[in-house]
Structure formats: C-alpha cells, structure tokens
C-alpha cells in the first residue's frame, strides 16, 4: 500500500508539493499529458477578488472598470450571493494556478489536477491557443502595458488615456481578428517594437518636411472605390485594428493604447472558443487523476466522497425549467462528452460504429482524446463528438422561437433518429463565437466628401443591436475616428434596416 | 520538472484599491446622491458606520454592441413531453427563460459596500463651517517642514549628491588633484619613451602625481552636504461649538431625538473635518449646565424653561475660556420654541449684546411635532423674537424640522459649503 498524501482537510506546503508531485506521475505516465512547467501560488479571497476584477491576470493596467467589478464581485460576495472560485489558471508559461487558502487537502488535490494539468495540457496543446497566444510573453506584456499606461497618464493626463480606454473597451469584442493572419503572436517582441516605433518616430521626425511643397494633390476622387478600399484595408471587421492604422487625428500613444487593448483582447479569444472543451479537458483529467489517486490509496474513502461531492456539483446540469438553468454549464457538457468519447472507444455500441467510425473500438481512449484536444474547438468538436446516446442522456431539444409566428416558439427536432443530427448542429452552432457576435465591418470611408466612417452590420435571422448600447459603442467610436460614423444594419437581402449616425463630442480641450 | 509553490497570501493586500478609487472618483455625483438618500433611512448611530449604498448603474455603464430580438434558435436539455412540431405557448411556463447575453440587467442599480471612510467622506464632502476666518499661530501640533538649505551632518537619506559633487569638484580644482586624462597621457608617454633618462624623470613625475592623487581624495568627507529641513508653524484656525439644546418638559420625545439628531451630525462633521474645533455640549431647562457629550446625548432631564439660562452660560463660557479675537466661535440652538414669556426680553438682550457680536455664525433649529401641521398656526415666542433680530442684520439662520427625514437636508443647508455670498444672509 502506498503513503497516503494527507490526512484529514489540513494543508501545508510540503502537502501541495507531494500531491503536485502524485499528480503530476498520473497526469504524465497514465494520461500522457504535455504541461508548461507548473507555478502554484496560495491567495486570499480578497487576492481572488482582485484576480476576477483584472480578468484572472496577476497585473493588468489600472483603470476604473476593474473597480467597479470589484465592488460589485465583493458586494455580493459578502452577501453571499456568490461563491469563489476554487482556483484560477493562468495561460502562461509556467502557467500558474491561484489556489484558494481556505480549500480543504481534498479540494487542494483537486485544483492541482484539475487546473495545473488539465487546463495547462489545453493551454499547451490546443491549436486554437497555439496559434493566438504567446504564454511565454503574456506577462511581460502586461507588464508592459501596466506601465506603458501609467507613464501615459503621467504625460497626459488621466482624463484623456481614460477616454481612449473607455472607447477601446467598448470596442474590444470587435478587435479581434478572426482569421489566422501572416505570423504567430510574439508578445516579446511586439514589446519591443513599441519602443523602437516610438524611437524611429522622434529620430527621423525633422519639421522641414512640413514646409516642403507638396506637389499638385493627386485628385482622391481619381482613386477608384475598389482601389481606394484596398488602400485602407477594407473591408475590416477588426475595429481596433482600423483605428489604429487608419484613423485620422489620433496620437501615438493613442495607437499603441488601441494596440495594447485589441492584443489583450486577441489574447482571450480562444479561452471564448474552446470553454465547454476547455473545462471538459480540465474536469476530465482531474476525475481520472483522483479516481487514480483513490485506487492507489493514496487518498481515503472519506476525502474521496468529498471530492466526489464537489465533482457532482460542478458539471451538475439543470434543466431547461429548472429555476437554476442558465443555458448549458460547461462543465457538464463537456465532461460527459469526454466520458462518452471514452466509452465510444472502448465499449462502443452499433450505433456508435454508425457515428464514429473513426474512434468506436479503436482501444486507445487517450490518444483520441490527446488528438481532439489538440485540434478541436467547441463548435467542431461538438459537431463531431456529441453521440446520440449523449443527447438522448441530456434530453436535449431544439426550439426555433420566431415573432413572426403567432402560435408560439416551435419544437423542432427532439432526441430522436430525426431529430440527432439537427440537434447537435443547432448546438454547435450556439457554440460559434463567430455567430455569436454581431458581424460588424468597417466598409468604406467618405475620402473625398466629410470622411465618414461607414460600418456595416451583417444582421442575421433578424436579430438587430440594442439601440442604446449602439449609440454609446458608437459615440466612442466616433471619438476616436474624429468624423461622423455611420452604422447601417443590413440584412441578408442587402435591404437596410436601420442606419445610425453619430457625430464625435468635441474634445475637452486642445487634442 | 520544477514546480514553484508561492504563498502569495502575505503580499499587501488592497491591489485593487486605485481601481476602486478611480471608480468612486467616477460615480462621485452618483455615490453621494444615494449616501445621502441612505443616510435618511438609517438610524443615526449607523448612518456613519457605512455600509451597502445602491447608484443607477447609468453612467457606469460599459457599452458593447450586442444583439437581440429576431428569430432564435436554441437548445435545451431536459424534454420531458415535447415532440417534434409542437408549439409552446410564449409566456407560459413551456417557454424558455431570456437567453441573452449573461450581462443582463443593465437597468438594474448597482449595488456595492462603502468603507465608513469612504462614506463619511462623501457625506459630508461639500460641507464646512462659514466665515473660519480667524487664524492664529497656535502652540502644538501645526508644524510643516520646508527646505532650509544646506547643513554637514544629517542622516544618509538626506544627502545632497549634487551639492556634494559640486564641493568635491571644486575642492580638486583648487587642489591641482591630477586628472585621470593627465596620467594616461603620461604614462603613454612612458610607454613610448626610448631615452632611459628621460624615461626615469617621467616615471618619477608620474610617482609624484600619483601619491598626490592618492592624497588627495576624489570625495572627501568634508564635502558632504545634507540638505537641511526646519520646522515651521502653521497657522491653524481654532473653533469652538457651542450646542445649546433645550431638554425642558415641553420637548417631546420626538423633538428631542431630532434635536439629538441634528447635533449627532453636527458633532460628527465637526469631528471629522476640524482637528482643532472644541465642542461645548450645553443643555438647559430654566437652568443651564455644561456636560460632557454622553450626558448630552443620553442623559434625561426634565423642567421648565428660560433659554436667557443657557445664553448666559455660553457668554460665561466664552469669557472664560474662548477669547473671542483668538477664536472662531460657533452655537447651535435646538428649541421647540417655547420660552416663558419674561424671558423674552432677556434672551434678546443677551443675545444682541453678548451672543452675536462674537459669533461667526449662529444657528437656530426650531423642531417640532411630526405631522407639521402645527407650524402654521403661528410662529413660537423664540422664532418670533429670532426672526426679528435676524431682519435687524444679525448672523443668524434659521430652520423648521418636524420629521426626521428633514433633518439632513437642513443641516446640509445650514452647512453647505458657499462661495461668495456669506453677507448675502438676511
């Protein structure tokens, strides 16, 4: 019989070494994981607070919408509204797990399985995370945008770097670009090139050149439309970025501002992509390392109840006329995916040869797994994976809610053998980031007339943006571009439904 | 692989406490109007303790673009009886809750605790005490520190490198301290001498300026500076309060608790704004006494009444301890405004006479019985008498509270911070 890494709920540090230690045989000999070097830190709960505030990062620049998290986070966290956390995992290299001091041994077991090996493996291996984050130079950069803000406040004032932040948080979800572009992120020396930027700038800047005449202005209107949007870059459905290049009137630390808040935003957007895998990942390899630990006895009954306790409770789902619904909890859905991908491995049924006939039988549950993590995000994966057997489990059902339709939202496929396939592709689609946000493009700018701004957005089954959001989006928007902005909603048949136009504030003084 | 366990739990907590200061600085407007709006509900002990303040989330609002209404589609776990092809009722209990965006209640208030700093601070942000225009170099605790120059000896931190740069600088000129450039020079020259004995003088020069060099400190102790500090007085504006309440058998319960209200905001502002303000707590029946704040607040008392009692002792108090060219001087009357009719006559006199002259301000609260309807039969001996002396010129403000709920409103009145017009009182 092997030691047992504790008794009881207490912890100290030598304790957290020893189950990192048995973790970590588990989660590499048995499960085959690749990890980032681990870094476990211990926080209080108002250093938990601080680090939903900042959106989990150990130092982000200051600015007084993280206040207000915070107060709203520890108001109702003080009433208990709200539970914390058990942990926070950091995608950086090492990648650094928060855990809570008032976790019993147990929870501490699981929170290092759960996060210090499952997220990082995902962190590590996922396609999505590979090609737009960079974990090593993540908090370099923060660190750098903590005090490139700070010095810009310094020379600038608040008032102003607030205003630019206010606008570029506004536009955040939309600065982000889609598609894999030229090169991978490199947060290092996107760094540096910040200062070397700066640096060119203010060598080769020389007044004379602003008295040189110019030669006869080539006539704008000359450019042809299709020549004209080519040399803006347009279409561009990365807001951020078209600011940054292209508007008119702003400085430069105005742009790198821009820069650091669409590279923060940039940095996230696989986390949005990848949440039911990512959690599923997570949950996963931490129910396989317990379960590991408990037959080895390296754990007891009782901690193993507990821990069986707080499992349940995460990937507990509610139904949808459940008070507690919230839409599906990722958790659940993505653990028992990776539990029905196992079984569809090792134990298929007819059906399940029917489906997937690449995995069904194939023996090897974690190589398939390994694979699926690797090159899946949550729309492909549940595309692929989600079995029949899984949604007849959930009891899942599709309703199409049209306002046109006066009897009522319609039922439109249920978890039968007609109903399967319209099922998963309906959830799948749920789960598209990319239809989830509003499509909104930058289309041409008015060169030759009063340089409008003109955006399009792409409205799909009718679903239009709330009016006044709108209006405050693009009140910062026009602030930023300094001319009018106009946004019109089109629909599939290119027949416009709406049309905004807003004009920038005039500045507070002298720009 | 290498695994670091950090214990993060000892680094100084409040990280996050410039966001929420910026925050606060933000939603000041906002923050205020519900501190005062809750501070009318509570009870008076508590209103300073902070605590839970709820402000339209309004202008804290952050903006996305986010979409809503048109058709929707989604997918829900748990049917229990629907087939496919089936209609749900819209509003009944078949239809699934709103799937918006998690943001939601936009319209909602936003609710968030308060430090007691934070919120006594912002209660009583644009509050002060009129006219503190009397100031005098008072004897203890108003020292500053300003720069005076340059001294030899002081502590490590205070040394002035540029100074003693400078001192060491001219020091080696006047000393003929060699250069380094000087030596170099000389020894190249050794280096590519032939003659033996020129060489020999050379290397004998060099050995001279070396140990002269030697000699001669690049630094010396002697040409440390410090920079000196000396301690100047500040000339503090003392104040005193003088709270006069009547306690006499006329008052009802419900008078007094407003009449003790009033100076339980009174004595906390004063508390909090003015370190060098003192407060003499007087209550009077037909006869007046000075108390300690305790008494003041809890002690019962009961009697007749003669507000001259309680006007005579404040001018006894002020002649005794509160000389009037030295000291601001400040009183709050809380009456009902019932005084026996001899007494009139008196109270004026000594308040015309005595009273007036050497106040900065003087304040009178007249409280009465809740429902209010009683103020309008006719005015109290003490309003009449007060309001007659105030149209005659005097430093006097007057107020009417019959409800608790008044009862900040007029002291934030009588207190609030004025510009320019302080003559402007009638």
């Known amino acids: ?511 | 692989m290498a695994i670091h366990i950090i214990d993060r739990r000892l680094n100084p907590g409040g990280k996050s406490l410039e966001n929420r200061q910026r925050f606060l600085r933000r939603a000041k407007s906002l923050v205020q109007g519900a501190v005062k709006k809750t501070s009318q509900e509570r009870d008076i002990k508590d209103v300073l303790e902070g605590g839970e303040v709820s402000i339209p989330l309004d202008g804290m609002h952050e903006p996305r673009f986010r979409r809503e209404g048109g058709t929707r589609d989604m997918v829900l776990p748990g049917n229990k009886k629907f087939i496919e092809g089936d209609y749900l009722p819209r509003s009944g209990q078949g239809s699934a809750k709103d799937s918006g965006p998690g943001e939601g209640d936009s319209e909602d208030a936003f609710r968030f605790v308060l430090s007691r700093d934070e919120f006594v601070d912002l209660f009583l942000d644009d509050l002060e005490l009129p006219d503190l225009a009397k100031r005098k170099i008072a004897e203890t605790e108003s020292e500053g520190v300003q720069r005076a120059g340059y001294t030899t000896s002081g502590s490590p931190a205070n040394i002035s490198i540029s100074r003693t740069v400078q001192l060491a600088l001219a020091r080696r000129i006047a000393l003929r301290r060699p250069r380094k450039s000087e030596m170099d020079e000389l020894e190249a020259q050794i280096a590519e001498c032939i003659d033996e004995e020129k060489r020999a003088e050379l290397v004998a020069e060099f050995e001279k300026l070396k140990a002269k060099s030697k000699r001669i400190p690049f630094i010396d102790p002697l040409d440390i500076r410090y920079r000196r500090f000396e301690t100047v007085p500040k000339p503090v504006a003392q104040a005193v309060m003088f709270c006069l309440m009547d306690v006499s058998g006329s008052m009802s319960e419900h008078m007094k608790d407003l009449a003790k209200r009033f100076y339980m905001l009174l004595y906390v502002f004063l508390k909090r704004r003015y370190k060098h303000v003192e407060i003499v707590f007087i209550r009077h029946t037909d006869r007046a006494e000075e108390v300690d704040e305790q008494t003041f607040f809890y002690g019962p008392a009961s009697g007749g009444t003669l507000v001259s009692s309680a006007l005579q002792a404040m001018s006894d108090i002020v002649r005794e301890r509160f000389n009037p060219s030295d000291w601001n001087i400040y009183a709050a009357q809380a009456s009902d405004g019932d005084n026996s009719y001899s007494d009139g006559e008196l109270a004026g006199m000594l308040l015309t006479e005595k009273i007036l002259p050497v106040c900065q301000f003087f304040a009178y609260l007249e409280v009465g019985e809740s429902g209010g309807s009683a103020f309008d039969l006719s005015d109290s001996s003490l309003w009449t008498l007060y309001d007659r002396l105030r149209n005659s010129g005097a430093p006097l403000s007057m107020r009417k509270v019959s409800e608790r709920s008044e009862i900040f409103p007029v002291f934030h009145d009588l207190f609030q911070r004025r510009e320019t017009q302080e003559k402007a009182a009638p």
Not at chain 1, 28 to 39: A, E, H, I, R, S
Not at chain 1, 277 to 293: C, D, K, P, Q, W
Not at chain 1, 316 to 324: A, G, I, L, S, Y
């Open chain 1, 1 to 511: 019989m092997t030691e047992r890494l504790f008794e009881g709920a207490d912890w100290d540090f030598r304790t957290l070494q020893r189950i990192h230690d048995a973790c970590e045989e588990v989660a590499t000999k048995d499960l085959g994981l690749d990890v980032y070097p681990n870094q476990i830190e211990v926080i209080t709960a108002e250093q938990m607070l601080d680090a939903y505030s900042s959106v989990g990062m150990p130092l982000f620049y200051k600015h007084w919408s993280f206040g207000k998290h915070f107060a709203f986070h520890e108001a109702s966290y003080r009433k208990g509204l709200m539970g914390l956390a058990y942990e926070i995992v950091i995608n950086s290299s090492p990648c650094i797990s928060y855990l809570m001091e008032e976790n019993t041994a147990t929870m501490q077991t699981l929170v290092i399985a759960h996060a210090a090996f499952g997220h990082n493996h995902f962190f590590k291996n996922n396609y999505l995370f590979k090609q737009w984050t960079d974990a090593e130079g993540i908090l370099d950069y923060l660190d750098f945008a903590k005090n490139y803000v700070a010095s810009c406040e310094e020379r600038f004032g608040r008032v102003e770097v607030e205003r630019t932040l206010d606008a570029a948080h506004a536009l955040m979800s939309h600065g982000i670009d889609r598609y894999p572009g030229k090169k991978k992120l490199d947060l290092r020396a996107e760094e540096k090139r910040a200062g070397r930027r700066r640096q060119h700038e203010e060598e080769v800047f020389n007044d004379l050149w602003r008295t040189v005449p110019k030669g006869a202005a080539k006539s704008r209107s000359a450019l042809s439309i299709e020549r004209r949007r080519k040399l803006l870059g347009l279409p561009q459905e990365n807001l951020l970025y078209f600011l940054e290049k292209s508007a008119p009137r702003l400085a430069p630390w105005q742009r790198e501002l821009l820069r650091i808040v669409r590279h923060i935003a940039q940095y996230f957007y696989p986390q949005s992509q990848t949440k039911v895998m990512n959690e599923g990942t997570a949950t996963y390899v931490h129910y396989r390392i317990m379960s590991t630990l408990h037959r080895q006895g390296r754990i007891t009954d009782g901690n193993f109840l507990e821990f069986l306790q707080s499992h349940t409770n995460v990937v507990f789902q509610p139904e949808f006329d459940d008070q507690r619904f919230s839409g599906f909890n990722p958790y659940a859905l993505g653990f028992a995916m990776m539990q029905d991908i196992e079984r569809i491995v090792t134990r298929p049924e007819d059906e399940d040869r029917e489906w997937f006939p690449d995995i069904a039988g194939k023996n090897d549950v974690m190589g398939v797994l390994r694979d699926v993590w690797a090159n899946y995000r949550d729309e492909s994966f549940i595309g692929q994976f989600l079995s029949p057997k899984l949604m007849r489990h959930f009891r899942m059902f599709h309703l199409h809610d049209d306002p046109e339709e006066r009897a009522g939202i319609r039922v439109d496929a249920i978890h039968d053998e007609r109903g399967f396939r319209r099922v998963r592709r309906e959830l799948a689609r749920q789960h598209d980031v990319g239809f989830i946000d509003a499509n909104i493009e930058v289309v041409d700018v008015d060169l030759s007339g009063d340089r409008r701004l003109i955006l399009h957005h792409h409205v799909i089954k009718g679903s239009q943006l709330n009016e006044t959001d709108a209006k405050r989006v693009l009140q910062h928007l026009a602030d930023l571009w300094t001319y009018d902005v106009s946004l019109i909603e089109v629909d599939a048949n290119d027949k416009v439904m709406r049309e905004y136009v807003v004009s920038p504030r005039p500045l507070p003084a002298a720009a």
